[in-house]
């Protein structure tokens, strides 16, 4: 469901209490954003007219007031992930400080084609900021992208890269097509979508301005709902998602290998562990390097690199003995 309504007030008439799995908003900038073309010195003539932006001395109680409403409707568990730029965050933290929505992860955002100033630094990102309602199964699944197995042509973990906190994504270029202002790109809501929500999960938007979550998360067999102040965006973009298939877009997402870590975070017994240590004694005994001997038991026994890695340097730290056991036999 989608409306054509402020999001306050729409969101206490429409929407019940811990009803929503996920909330992905990028509220107005409340830096004058409707005279952004001017700031960004940018070509308009494709961007939708109608931006409703807030004013700078309204923002503190503009946020708190959609802030403590999301907070209401997120079900216990649910995520919310808010795009800010920097002007105004300090009143966007405040507010999730005045609600029960514990910190996640602060995200930096990098774009291309930053804000061009020739006597200060280049403003080139947006802060996200991850947050979870207390009390509820969050839904972080870790391996949405990568196995944790899968390396890069230099040896890194690509499970770790993806999920550091600083994201590079480039906005899309989009020459000659309809638009909002400060639309976000594809593949960053896929990222938090795929991420923190499952297929059939409800994903809301309090400012839906292109609609730009609402078609990505019902093309990856999401459901969705939200609010967008601007006539003129609202009656043009509510034609366009009509145009999307549910599902449409899962097909077109790489296939994740199947984890090889299955017993990553599972507790060792003792004899295990004996087992393991044992086994790494006799590998670098034979000329196997200690990382090579880490790897390799790694993966013959479904755990993490640095949970070997861990455990061989405790019992050296030791100085323990384990008991000498038979090697990949
Ligand atoms: C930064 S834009 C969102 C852009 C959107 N994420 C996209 O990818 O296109 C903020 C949007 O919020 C809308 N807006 C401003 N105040 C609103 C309110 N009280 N309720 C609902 N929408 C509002 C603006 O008209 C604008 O379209």
């Known amino acids: 469901m989608f409306y054509n309504e402020d999001c306050i007030e729409s969101a206490k008439k429409y929407l019940k209490s811990n009803s929503i799995d996920l909330i992905i908003s990028d509220p107005p900038?409340?830096?004058n954003g409707d005279r952004l073309d001017k700031h960004y010195n940018r070509d308009e003539s494709n961007v939708l007219d109608g931006y409703v932006e807030v004013p700078k001395k309204e923002y503190p109680e503009f946020s708190q007031k959609w802030i403590t409403e999301a907070a209401r409707v997120l079900r216990p568990g649910g995520s919310i992930y808010i795009v800010s730029g920097y002007s105004q965050l300090r009143h966007i933290l405040n507010a999730l400080a005045n609600t029960p929505l514990q910190e996640k992860n602060h995200i930096v955002w990098k774009y291309n084609f930053g804000v061009y100033t020739s006597k200060k630094y280049i403003s080139s990102h947006y802060h996200i900021l991850y947050y979870v309602k207390p009390n509820g199964n969050v839904t972080f699944n870790t391996n949405a992208f990568f196995a944790d197995s899968e390396k890069s042509a230099n040896g890194g973990s690509l499970n770790y890269l993806d999920r550091e906190d600083v994201w590079i994504i480039n906005r899309e270029y989009k020459p000659g097509q309809i638009k909002n202002k400060n639309e976000l790109p594809k593949s960053l809501l896929t990222k938090m979508i795929l991420y923190s929500s499952n297929e059939n999960d409800l994903i809301c938007d309090f400012f839906l301005g292109s609609f730009s979550t609402a078609k990505v998360a019902i093309g990856l067999g999401r459901r969705?709902?939200?609010?967008?102040?601007?006539k003129n965006a609202f009656d043009y973009q509510i034609k366009e998602i009509e145009k999307i298939k549910s599902g449409e877009?899962?097909?077109?997402?790489r296939q994740v290998p199947k984890n090889k870590l299955v017993n990553k975070g599972k507790s060792l017994s003792q004899e295990e562990t004996n087992q393991i240590v044992s086994?790494?004694?006799q590998l670098t005994k034979k000329g196997m390097s200690q990382k090579n001997a880490c790897d390799a038991l790694?993966?013959?026994?479904?755990?993490?690199?640095?949970s070997i890695s861990k455990m061989v340097s405790s019992f050296k730290l030791n100085g323990s003995q384990p008991p000498s056991v038979s090697l990949f036999d």
Do not use: H, T
Request: contains cysteine.
């Open 249 to 253: 877009l899962l097909s077109g997402l």
């Open 279 to 281: 086994e790494f004694n």
């Open 298 to 306: 790694s993966g013959k026994y479904g755990r993490g690199y640095w």
């Open 224 to 230: 969705a709902c939200g609010f967008e102040l601007n």
């Open 29 to 31: 900038y409340g830096i």
